[in-house]
């Protein structure tokens, strides 16, 4: 083999490499399949109800993607289950939606951190203003209206 061609051959797996971290630096949040469009629609039936518990405080967005449910004072025992039931179902379907996302773009599991990453900055980004948000470098909790990224 020429030194040319070797060289020309190098560059291409040097550059087939860079563009696989690449992609994996910054996957695609917004590629669909029916796994994740069924995901979604669960998701976007329960919103409305999560945006009244976030906007009450009772939940916040985790610097992991993932939502928390929050302490809050005065709160009874049958607001507290609905709570941890919207928080363990959104959690569920989130995570799936993470592993079908892996798959769609073609990742390892080992980017599965900067995917819920990815997914928690739009979550952030699109969090009401009083909405808890953790801080994903300092992990405190504040209102969106105090946080820049």
């Known amino acids: 083999m020429s030194a040319g061609i070797l060289k020309n051959f190098m560059l291409f797996i040097c550059g087939s490499i860079f563009a696989v971290t690449a992609l994996s630096a910054e ?7 029916p796994a994740i469009e069924k995901l979604q629609a669960r ?19 985790e610097a992991t993607g993932l939502l928390k449910q929050m302490p809050v004072a005065g709160q009874g025992l049958a607001e507290k289950k609905e709570v ?10 989130r995570y799936a939606m993470f592993r079908e996302l892996i798959l769609a773009n073609g990742l390892k599991d080992t ?3 900067t995917l819920s990453e990815a997914y928690a ?12 948000i953790q801080n994903p470098k300092t992990k405190a909790w504040v209102q969106k209206k105090d946080f820049s990224e």
């Not at 941890?84 to 379907?93: G, K, S, Y």
């Not at 900055?121 to 808890?132: C, G, I, P, V």
Request: net charge neutral.
């Open 27 to 33: 996957p695609d949040l917004s590629l669909k399949n």
């Open 43 to 61: 998701m976007a039936s329960r919103g409305a109800k999560v945006d009244e518990w976030k906007s009450k405080g009772a939940m916040g967005e």
């Open 84 to 93: 941890r039931d919207l928080v363990v179902a959104e959690n569920e379907d």
């Open 111 to 113: 980017d599965l951190t």
């Open 121 to 132: 900055k739009t979550r952030r980004q699109s969090a009401a203003a009083t909405h808890l």
